[in-house]
């Protein structure tokens, strides 16, 4: 039973790492003025933590409410904060679109915060309140995830 609920713990955890790595290229592009590394970074970056969002809201999430009945507690805190989250990034957007690789920075700065924040969250009780419900179910969740697009 450990070994799969710590599957879950560390597949999410994992994926926090990648889409914090995926930053820090933006970041270290735009730092070192690669503004066509950046250009060509941040939709990546991008998308990658829209997938990670969309992993947790439908499959892990659901799951998740489903097994507790819980639906106004972690998840719904979580949820909310992904909008915030969203909403920085469709600025940053705006920023990389009209050229304003500075403002990215600003805006930048803004996200990596509330990140850091939610993935404390998340990583600190969410996901391991997750694995105690739904270790057993690990296999089936992990091929939901990988069957995302």
Not at 17 to 23: L, P, S, T
Not at 122 to 139: F, I, K, R
Request: glycine residues 8%; negative net charge; hydrophobic residues 45%.
């Amino acid at each position: 039973m450990a070994k799969t609920s710590d599957g879950l713990i560390t597949f999410f955890t994992d994926d926090h790492h990648e889409c914090d790595e995926g930053w820090a290229a933006v970041e270290a592009a735009v730092t070192a003025g690669d503004k066509a590394k950046a250009n060509t970074l941040w939709p990546e970056f991008s998308q990658r933590l829209e997938h990670h969002l969309k992993m947790e809201e439908e499959v892990l999430f659901p799951a998740f409410e489903a097994a507790t009945g819980m639906r106004g507690g972690p998840t719904y805190v979580m949820r909310a904060e992904h909008t915030q989250m969203r909403g920085v990034v469709a600025e940053m957007d705006r920023r990389v679109k009209s050229g304003d690789l500075d403002g990215l920075l600003d805006q930048g700065d803004t996200l990596l915060m509330l990140i850091q924040q939610h993935n404390a969250k998340e990583e600190g009780m969410l996901y391991p309140m997750a694995a105690q419900v739904l270790g057993a179910q690990w296999g089936d969740l992990a091929a939901k995830l990988a069957a995302l697009p």
